[in-house]
């Protein structure tokens, strides 16, 4: 009887693993889909097309054109990419939802936005997020 109790204090608890809930994933699923539709809105209707950018390089002063220099300014940079992969990075150390939603976020810029490597490697470290446990505060 006594040899039962001990088992049961000395056996190590289970933490479980960082897993969102239904509501968090659908939250997930619509934040993904999001930046990468902008980003590609932004890549294939604002940065590419050559009348755009003679237009803005003429001077056009307008949201269109702001958008599109942030972004070039952005990627140009790989921006979107080292974002991405600091914040996988923190989240792959301390699960939590609001760092994969910000990773996530920025990894779908950077893959459209032409940060394919950092984003691509953002994003593998996010899906070896989900196998760590949660720590024990949480």
């Not at 000395?10 to 479980?16: E, F, L, V």
């Not at 921006?79 to 609001?98: D, T």
């Not at 910000?102 to 490697?121: C, E, H, M, R």
């Amino acid at each position: 009887m006594l040899s039962d109790a001990f088992s049961q204090h000395s056996r190590p608890m289970r933490r479980p693993f960082f897993l969102p809930t239904a509501r968090q994933t659908n939250w997930l699923l619509a934040i993904g889909v999001l930046s990468v539709g902008y980003a590609l809105y932004l890549r294939y209707l604002v940065i590419e097309p050559s009348t755009v950018g003679l237009a803005c390089d003429a001077g056009l002063d307008t949201w269109l054109c702001l958008s599109r220099k942030a972004a070039i300014a952005l990627f140009s940079r790989s921006v979107f990419g080292m974002v991405a992969l600091a914040v996988a990075v923190l989240n792959l150390v301390r699960p939590s939802i609001v760092l994969f939603a910000l990773a996530l976020a920025a990894a779908g810029f950077g893959i459209v936005l032409y940060n394919v490597t950092l984003s691509a490697f953002a994003v593998t470290l996010l899906i070896l997020s989900l196998a760590r446990r949660v720590s024990a505060a949480e």
